[in-house]
Structures are given as structure tokens and as C-alpha cells.
């Protein structure tokens, strides 16, 4: 199997990565139009004992090499017209969050008349807590009641770049959205379709950006389930905290990989849940981002190209989340 790797920055580097340590067989190429970041995808390879090519466009790439799936892990706003290049090359497609529907309906029809895997990512669905959260709803009889507050200081997000040469300083795909964008689809799946959404924004920071850098929402599940959600980009320490309650259920989660508690009804107390023997952390990144669920993210990807099972999220479901967050923008 060949599968070229779009965009060489921080997330196409964790992709190329994951892929050699889920199967080393397979064969990776890169794309990246800037030099530097391909020879940074290089001495990741190396230091890693992997074999990597890197192209600076996808036309680069010659005719005769047959590719297999395309990884697309440029900025949202290119997602469009790289997903549709890489349908009519005959390749399938997994790719990062778009953040704007640009494209969707005429990618999808493309994808099916091609008869290609087109996989939206979705990686919190894959986290180990959060399957664990959806599992103690679903069988909960009960109304569940929750907040959560997802929240890191806009700057912080990449260090090591301005956040105004970064996608989330973007008004059309800032980071509040992409925020909302990477947690609605687990919260739709745990509590159930969402419903409605009242929304306030407002700004905290003198960041040099145009858009609310915090919104408090508060959102109506179909199975009777409520929530509070707080997103921002002001947190100067990053923060998830997550608490879900109800007459027999109480859950916390702080968002790091050993932080699931959970109220022994019988007994009276909380109780740690351990749901790791290993983590895959990466230095430069806050705390709170492991990679497993990146890891089974495109173990499932895989798993969905060979014809073994349905993706766990799709294009339409992601349309359904965008307009939500179209609507709660609108009414900042």
C-alpha cells in the first residue's frame, strides 16, 4: 500500500508517523510546498527508521507511481481543491477537519462516481474516554445533564509560529470553531442529535484577531439531554474539564488520560477509571494531547478503505455540525 501524506506541518508529521508504527509496510511519500518543513518530515523519518519521499506539489508526483489513499493535513481552507485532485486521480481520501462545508456535495457525488473512501476525521470519537462517556449514557435511563469547558490561550496553540500565520487566527476558521468542530460530533453521538443551541460570544483578549475568542452555549440534545459548553481561546492554562451528571450517573473528566472519575453509587465515593496500560505523548504539545485516539483514528481509516466496516463519521454528519456552528456565530 502507498499512501502520499498532504501538508508536512506539526499534524502531517504525527500522521506519517502513526501510519509507519501501525503498519511499517506501508509506503509513505510527503507533499509540503515549503522546503524546510520536508526536511523536517525527513529527519523525523530518518530518526525514526522509515523511508519517506517528499514532493513539493501533488503534480510532482509521477503518473506511473500508484497511490492508494491521500492524508490531507494542510490548513482547512485548502481542503477543497486538494480533495477533489486527489479524487480525480483516482486516489482515496482521509482528511483533517475542513471547518467550512466549501466543496462538500460535489466532492461526496465525485468520491461515489470514482468509487472512493472519502474519511472525515473525528478524533475525539476514538478517545478511550470519550467512548466510555457515550457507553455510561446510552445506558443510563436517566436525563443527563453536562459541562464542559474546552479552553487554551490562542498563542499557545502552536508556539512555535504566530497564530496569525495559523489557521485558527482566521476568522472563517478560527479557533473557537475549530474547537466546536473537533467536540460536537462525540457530544452528538453521546447525548444524541442536537436539538438547538443558545448561544452568547463575547471577547476577552487584545489578540489581534476578529472574532469572539469565547462562546458560552448551551445545548438540547433529542434524547432529552442538556449541556453547557464553554469554548475559548483565552485559557492561559489549557483546560478540559468535562462533568456529566444525572440521578445515577456522575462522571468528571480533566482531559488528561488519567483523570476519568467516576461516583461509586454503593459505595459513596469517586473512583479512578484507568482505561490506559501506555500513552503516545509528544514533546511540544500541551498535557492534555495523546495519541492514541490519532493512532486508532487511522487504524479505523485503514480498517474502512479495505472494505472491513463504515466509517465512524462522514461528510454529511460533519455538514449537519457546521451549520450548527455557522448558527452560533451568526448570532455573536
Known amino acids: 500500500m502507498r499512501i502520499v501524506v498532504i501538508g508536512l506541518g506539526s499534524m502531517g508529521k504525527r500522521r506519517l508517523r502513526l501510519l509507519n508504527r501501525i503498519d511499517a509496510s506501508i509506503e509513505l511519500l510527503g507533499i509540503d510546498g515549503r522546503v524546510d518543513r520536508q526536511e523536517e518530515a525527513l529527519k523525523q523519518a530518518e530518526e525514526m527508521n522509515f523511508s519517506l519521499k517528499t514532493f513539493s ?14 492524508v490531507i493535513s494542510t490548513s482547512p481552507l485548502s481542503h477543497n481543491a486538494i480533495i477533489k485532485e486527489c479524487l480525480t486521480r483516482n486516489w ?46 446510552k445506558n443510563n435511563q436517566g436525563v443527563i445533564n453536562y459541562v464542559y469547558h474546552v479552553g487554551q490561550y490562542l498563542p499557545d496553540w502552536h508556539p512555535w509560529e504566530s497564530y496569525k500565520d495559523f489557521f485558527i487566527g482566521n476568522k472563517k476558521t478560527n479557533g473557537c470553531r475549530e474547537i466546536l468542530a473537533v ?11 442536537i436539538t438547538d443551541i443558545q448561544s452568547q460570544s463575547m471577547r476577552q483578549t487584545k489578540l489581534d484577531i476578529d472574532f469572539c475568542d469565547c462562546y458560552n452555549l448551551l445545548v438540547t440534545h433529542a434524547d432529552g439531554h442538556k449541556g453547557v459548553i464553554i469554548a475559548d481561546v483565552v485559557c492561559r492554562k489549557p483546560v478540559r474539564f468535562l462533568e456529566v451528571s444525572g440521578e445515577d450517573l456522575f462522571i468528571t473528566w480533566r482531559g488528561s488520560f488519567d483523570s476519568l472519575m467516576e461516583y461509586d453509587l454503593d459505595e459513596k465515593k469517586e473512583k479512578n477509571i484507568e482505561l490506559y496500560s501506555q500513552i503516545q505523548h509528544r514533546d511540544g504539545y500541551n498535557s ?5 485516539a490519532y493512532e486508532e483514528e487511522l487504524v479505523d481509516f485503514l480498517a474502512v478503505l479495505a472494505g472491513e466496516k463504515e466509517a465512524e463519521y462522514s461528510f454529511e454528519k460533519d455538514r449537519v455540525i457546521l451549520d450548527w456552528i455557522d448558527k452560533v456565530e451568526n448570532n455573536s
Request: aromatic share 10%; glycine share 4%; proline share 4%.
Open 92 to 137: 482515496s481520501v482521509f482528511t483533517e477537519l475542513n471547518l467550512v462545508a466549501d466543496g462538500y456535495d460535489e466532492n461526496m457525488a465525485l468520491a461515489d462516481k470514482m468509487g472512493k473512501c472519502l474519511y472525515m476525521s473525528s478524533t475525539p470519537m476514538f478517545r478511550r474516554e470519550m467512548k466510555y462517556i457515550t457507553d455510561k449514557v
Open 288 to 292: 492534555l494531547i495523546i495519541e492514541n
Open 57 to 70: 506539489a501533488i503534480s510532482d508526483i509521477p503518473e506511473s507511481l500508484e497511490i492508494d489513499a491521500a
Open 183 to 193: 467536540e460536537l460530533p462525540w457530544l452528538s453521538k453521546c447525548f444524541g442529535e
